[in-house]
């Protein structure tokens, strides 16, 4: 199986990227961590990258079409999986269409998460995620059990630098400017499904499963 995950910034992606990981035993894969990781580990790719992610700009497409190619390179992609985050710009669409027709294989569904900007900048203001194990919480609507601290492993619970409130604006403008069109081009390509991203959770992890079985 193998699935895309299009939609803004707060949208709910890599909870339910990771809860499908899970299900059907394919990576999640997310840009957006791999190069958080690049980051922590001061490579030059890494502080490049994070002077973009702070400023709530993209990272270069070329970086991040490199990253991606290198990952799907790894033996548990074979099964399939799920992108996180990637595409985010047309060129980028393109390269993964390129990529994996010399793999020898098709995208099966991208799933787009449909919700209004206000439940986006709740969601993304109030969020705060596990250093260690990278689980994320809510300040409002999924608070931990003990403040600050991870239910699953206890590790610290941060906010990232690009969910202060003025990135927010931005990350959500060049969503609009930039990986909304993904939506046109995927509807052509009759790959599109919008998932309704406002409700629990679980609820929305039913619709994901019910939309990706029904298709399979
Ligand atoms: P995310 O965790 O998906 O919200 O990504 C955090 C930040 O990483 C984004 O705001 C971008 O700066 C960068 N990033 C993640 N994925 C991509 C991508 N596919 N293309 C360009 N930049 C990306």
Redesign the pocket.
Known sequence: MRLVFLGP?GAGK?TQARLLSERYGIPAI????M?REARAAGTPLGRE?GR??DA????P?EV?IGLVAERLERADCEKGFIL??????VP?AQALGKLLTLRGEVLDRVLAFDLSEPELLRRLTGRRVCRKCGTNFHLVSSPPKRAGACDRCGGELTQRE?DHEATVSR?LAVYRAETQPLLDYYQRQGLLSTIPGEGSVEIIFSAIVRTVEKRA
Not at 30 to 33: L, Q
């Open positions: 910034p890599g997310a840009t957006g961590d190069l990258a973009a992610m709530g700009a993209l990272v497409d991040v996180d985050g990637f595409p985010r710009t980028q690009d990350r």
